[in-house]
């Protein structure tokens, strides 16, 4: 079993940073794809960004290209997301998620999850 600890949310302005960490304990994580979603009031998940095994491979959804950044440091078995640029559109719950077998950009493709870090961006 996989345990997911995300931090790093808060409230920030548009236009501003926040780094979001994602820690993770329980399995082998320099083995697993690692994604980012989100979800806002009344929506459904939506996939941020995913970085394979080796941090090689990163994928990025439309509306965050450009201004997020996704990375992890296997040794210290986290994942980040680096967001610049906030708009207020970006204010969700954030979540780490290891995915399983299917499309990365799909929620039902990822079998564990943290329990999500709130980011509000203020207009």
């Known amino acids: 079993q996989v345990q997911l600890v995300e931090s790093g949310g808060g409230l920030v302005q548009a236009g501003g940073s926040l780094r979001l960490s994602c820690a993770a304990s329980g399995g082998t994580f320099s083995r697993y794809t690692m994604g980012w979603f989100r979800q806002a009031p009344g929506k459904e998940r939506e996939f941020v960004a995913v970085l394979n095994w080796s941090g090689g491979l990163a994928f990025y959804g439309d509306s965050v290209k450009g201004r997020f950044t996704i990375s992890r440091d296997n040794a210290k078995n986290t994942v980040s997301l680096q967001m610049n640029s906030l708009k207020p559109e970006d204010t969700a719950v954030y979540y780490c998620?290891?995915?399983?077998?299917?499309?990365?950009?799909?929620?039902?493709?990822?079998?564990?999850w943290g329990q999500g870090t709130q980011v509000t961006v203020s207009s």
């Open positions: 998620a290891v995915q399983g077998t299917g499309r990365y950009h799909y929620p039902a493709s990822y079998k564990y």
